[in-house]
């Protein structure tokens, strides 16, 4: 049984950072790509960056700049470093492993920015 733990998120002021992390316990033979994704009140999931395989990256076009995401592994972790966050960057964020068999997501973890 595979699972995905966030930790990290929490309250920053506007201008900020964190620093939010994932990481799998259990067995994953192949992992095409580790994303996360982000949810904010009366909103649609959206992905914000994915790391695939071959190492590319994709970054949703509000973020270019600003996050970055990374991965550990040997500790079976991603990373989502986020730096100067907006407000509107306000959401729970979700971590997510798609392979062959399927897709993993964790629990989610809020991120809060305000003044």
């Known amino acids: 049984q595979v699972q995905l733990v966030e930790s990290g998120g929490g309250f920053v002021q506007p201008g900020g950072s964190l620093r939010v992390s994932c990481t799998a316990s259990g067995t994953i033979a192949i992992t095409n790509a580790l994303g996360w994704y982000r949810q904010a009140p009366g909103k649609q999931r959206e992905l914000v960056a994915r790391?695939?395989?071959?190492?590319?990256?994709y970054y949703e076009d509000s973020v270019k700049g600003r996050f970055s995401i990374s991965r550990d592994s040997a500790k079976n972790t991603s990373y989502l470093q986020m730096n100067n966050l907006q407000p509107e960057d306000t959401a729970v964020y979700y971590c997510?492993?798609?392979?062959?068999?399927?897709?993993?997501w964790g629990q989610g973890t809020q991120v809060t920015v305000s003044s």
């Open positions: 790391v695939y395989r071959n190492g590319r990256t």
């Open positions: 997510e492993h798609s392979t062959p068999g399927g897709d993993y």
